[in-house]
């Protein structure tokens, strides 16, 4: 797989997955042996919104159930994540991009965490492409809606090759 990326996209593809990869941080186990052995960590949901939606709860009507699936699988969530990240910031250049496979649904998977944590932050509804047309360019939230929609771009395309 194949991408090209000029300086400036290649530039803002960094930049937002290296933002995401700060928020991301490794997961914390408990202090017992085990736990750290298995992963096992905290049960408390994320009070930061994004942090929110890229670990959301894994029972909407089970506030315990939740907790407990969270505190089993949430270390090996981030470390995931953190993984993906790393991987888009290492291969991300400007020029021709040449993926593996796994490095391409590494990518998939890092674009739809910066996604997911932009479109929390801009509040992002599924009338986006309206606004975003309405929108003047002299807007301020112009630029981040064109990154927004420029990453569903990547994606999408990225999606395409692969499938």
Do not use: C
């Not at 315990?64 to 790393?86: C, I, M, N, Q, V």
């Not at 309206?130 to 999606?159: G, N």
């Amino acid at each position: 797989m194949t991408i090209l990326l000029d300086a400036g996209e290649a530039s803002i593809l960094r930049s937002l997955v290296a933002q995401v990869l700060g928020l991301v941080e490794p997961g914390s186990t408990g202090e017992d042996p085990l736990e750290r052995a298995l992963g096992i960590g905290a049960a408390e949901q994320p009070s930061d919104p994004v942090l929110a939606r890229l670990f959301p709860s894994a029972y909407a009507d089970d506030d315990e159930a939740s907790a407990e699936f969270r505190r089993y699988t949430e270390a090996t969530l981030r470390e995931g994540k953190r993984a993906d990240a790393e991987i888009l910031l290492k291969t991300a250049e400007q020029g021709m991009v040449h993926l593996t496979a796994e490095q391409a649904q590494a990518w998939l998977r890092a674009l739809n965490d910066v996604r997911l944590a932009l479109g929390v932050r801009l509040e992002v509804t599924e009338e986006i492409h309206e606004e975003l047309a309405e929108m003047a360019e002299d807007d301020p939230r112009y630029p981040a809606y064109v990154t927004y929609d420029w990453l569903t771009y990547l994606q999408d395309t990225l999606v395409r090759a692969l499938w």
